[in-house]
């Protein structure tokens, strides 16, 4: 039997250095306010940043600043958060040092000690370990929701609004204050909010999931997950009738933030007259509503960084798989279908479908079987960002991938490169500083010798290269480029670097080499040589029954927008499905009560699809409903539609659809009556 144990993990442990103490100072990075640009590359602008020397006690004072946005430490922890795939889900193992969070079929989420997993390695169960990744976490529908055709689905006579079914957000924060997401009475007296739940995995507060499932204030959900703070259907009605809020959860500010309340708004807010706006143009406007405006809502907001005093970061992975875990025991106790809306991705990978978080992602729905389960996923803003490479390498040449970096702190580069394991091929690291412009050999691997590292020139930093032949994902092969500082220290390694690779033995057709840089927010690298756009929407969007969705804007045909992520996969899999609305859209305000603000971005577009697959859900349990009604017997029922049937809907339901597929529009833009009718 073998075991993958993803190398990150063993180069994390590798010369790690204990915590320091409580009075002990150490390099944290701090990231400030975001630059405001106007136009599409808004909110995806990198923070400034720089790095200090800082106690526990200091850092949590400066993260309370108003100015500070993220404050992330350089101590390397001494466990991991990792997702573990099974041979059988029915795994009850207790092993010590590993937290178990979450699981979605076979593949388990939760942190892991350096002896914790020695022990996994050996469990006969245990197919493979891998480690969560770091992620950036960047990520009008006065014009959008009428021109994607909703409001003639919530007008008669199909009067659906959604009222049956669950949106469910993985986001940034949400404002539980502001009336988009409230249900009010004709004279706007609160009535009580639509958001049933939220659960802020960044909040150190002791009314954990699991804590409040144990005091039955859960509402029939039982909870595992034992850390972050968990907020009632109560707890939320509470605050709005206080119109406070508690610290530690508060209001997702803008220009701070506010991505979450906008996103949310756009899938399922409720009608207001807005007042209060960003811009005082956008005052005493009819907000329509969101897609769904009469869905219940369930909110997420995942821990990606280690706050202050924190043991460890979740990551993307171990973060968003715990989210979907709790997102549908919600919908499980409620009893009621979910349309899941999920924002941030990951770029490093290889862009299948096949890796262990796409694998968890798609277990979610059951493999897109399961009924009244889907994920919708933005594409990414990431097509001008130039994180995509490609070569082609044949027998006994060499060809190159390059790629700049600059200055600012960060905690690592990260870079994956995939090609056929059939290809015997060499690669070799060079670097040059930006003192000197001369490129320098640093480190290489063969598949005689697939792992080294060596400090780079200065101190700057150590680099080091994995290659991985057969990958256990896809049978693929894998190269790793990591670069890093080893002494509990951020990365400020800028100049240029070229990663030579060299045809031993090329049996395939094309020999080609894709190569992509995980993003965060210092956005530090960007490929040169060899970069080539597309292929670039972003983990876990290429995930076979996840819903991928671009960015367009209301003009007729629709035009892609510049910086949404363009398709295929890496393997030629069709990615966008479809294309909604993501130019300057106008939704809530975070901050505010009844402010909008326009925001674009494939963050804006994805909650169209959202609020549109909540109303099929929520329609289809409404006929449901009727038919037990009516005693129609179980076997002639309507039955629940699933992720599978959706995502092959919203591939025919655009009015150009003409059968073929676009990189950046997919098979066309979200029209919803169309979409009922290829349902009903």
């Not at 400034?48 to 850092?59: A, I, N, R």
């Not at 003009?555 to 949404?564: A, D, E, K, L, R």
């Not at 655009?654 to 349902?679: A, K, M, N």
Request: net charge negative.
């Amino acid at each position: 039997m073998s075991l993958s144990i993803d190398p990150f993990i063993s180069i994390h442990f590798q010369d790690q250095t204990e915590s320091f103490g409580p009075d002990d100072a150490a390099e944290v990075i701090i990231e400030g306010e975001r630059s405001q640009v106007a136009g599409a590359e808004a909110f995806a602008v990198a923070r400034e940043c720089y790095t200090e020397k800082l106690t526990h006690e200091e850092q949590r004072a400066r993260a309370a600043q108003p100015n500070v946005v993220r404050i992330t430490s350089m101590v390397r922890e001494d466990q991991v958060a990792v997702l573990v795939r099974l041979r059988s889900p029915d795994w009850k193992v207790d092993v010590p040092g590993f937290t178990r969070n979450s699981q979605l079929g076979d593949v388990v989420a939760g942190q892991a000690t350096q002896e914790a997993i020695k022990i996994l390695a050996k469990d006969r169960n245990v197919i493979a370990i891998e480690a969560s990744r770091p992620v950036a976490e960047d990520g009008d529908c006065i014009h959008s929701i009428p021109h994607v055709k909703a409001t003639l689905v919530h007008a008669p006579p199909i009067k659906e609004t959604g009222s049956e079914a669950l949106v469910g957000i993985i986001d940034s924060g949400i404002d539980v204050l502001h009336w988009a997401f409230q249900v009010r009475d004709a004279n706007g007296e609160f009535i009580r909010s639509r958001i049933i739940g939220i659960w802020d995995q960044r909040s150190s507060m002791p009314v954990t999931p699991r804590s409040a499932t144990s005091a039955g204030n859960t509402a029939g959900a039982d909870y595992p997950q034992d850390y972050g703070r968990y907020h009632s259907a109560a707890d939320i009605d509470g605050y709005v009738r206080s119109g406070t809020v508690p610290g530690d959860l508060g209001r997702n500010d803008y220009p701070q933030d506010g991505h979450g309340t906008h996103v949310t708004s756009i899938a399922a807010g409720s009608k207001f007259k807005s007042a209060g706006s960003y811009d005082s143009k956008d005052d005493q406007l009819d907000f329509p509503g969101g897609v769904a405006p009469e869905a219940d809502i369930v909110v997420v907001i995942p821990k990606l960084t280690a706050a202050p005093g924190d043991p460890a970061s979740l990551g993307y992975s171990v973060s968003h798989v715990d989210a979907l875990a709790f997102i549908k025991e919600t919908a499980r106790a409620a009893e009621k279908p979910v349309a899941v809306n999920v924002s941030l991705g990951m770029n490093a990978g290889a862009h299948d479908g096949t890796s262990l978080l796409e694998l968890a992602f798609d277990q979610f729905s059951g493999g897109g079987r399961e009924p009244g389960l889907v994920i919708v996923k933005s594409a990414g803003n990431e097509q001008t960002h130039g994180g995509h490479a490609e070569a082609v390498v044949t027998t006994g040449a060499t060809a190159s991938i390059g790629w700049s970096s600059n200055s600012r702190p960060r905690g690592r580069d990260y870079l994956e490169f995939w090609f056929r394991s059939a290809d015997d091929l060499d690669f070799e690291l060079w670097y040059a500083p930006p003192t000197s412009g001369v490129l320098t050999p640093v480190v290489a691997v063969t598949r005689a010798t697939p792992m080294a590292s060596h400090p780079l020139p200065g101190g700057l930093g150590v680099c080091y290269l994995v290659l991985e032949r057969l990958h256990h994902d896809n049978g693929d092969s894998r190269l790793i480029v990591l670069v890093r500082m080893n002494q509990n220290k951020a990365l400020q390694a800028a100049g240029q670097w070229e990663l030579r690779i060299t045809g031993k033995s090329v049996l395939t057709g094309g020999g080609q080499v894709h190569g992509w840089v995980e993003r965060d927010n210092a956005r530090a690298l960007r490929f040169t040589t060899g970069a080539v756009p597309g292929k670039v929407v972003s983990i876990p969007g290429t995930a076979r029954t996840v819903i991928s969705v671009g960015a367009c804007d209301v003009s007729t045909p629709p035009n892609v927008q510049s910086f949404s992520s363009q398709g295929p996969g890496r393997d030629g899999r069709e990615k966008p499905e479809v294309a909604a609305p993501g130019h300057d859209i106008l939704a809530a305000q975070a901050g505010t009560t009844v402010g909008l603000v326009a925001m674009p971005g494939t963050s804006m577009a994805a909650p169209h699809v959202t609020g549109a697959v909540a109303l099929l859900l929520s329609h289809r349990q409404k006929q449901i409903q009727e038919e037990i009604k009516k005693g129609v017997p179980l076997l002639a029922r309507k039955r629940m539609l699933n992720a599978a049937q959706i995502r092959a809907g919203l591939s025919q339901c655009s009015p150009h659809f003409t059968g073929r597929w676009d990189p950046g529009l997919g098979y066309g833009c979200l029209d919803v009556e169309r979409l009922f009718q290829i349902f009903f």
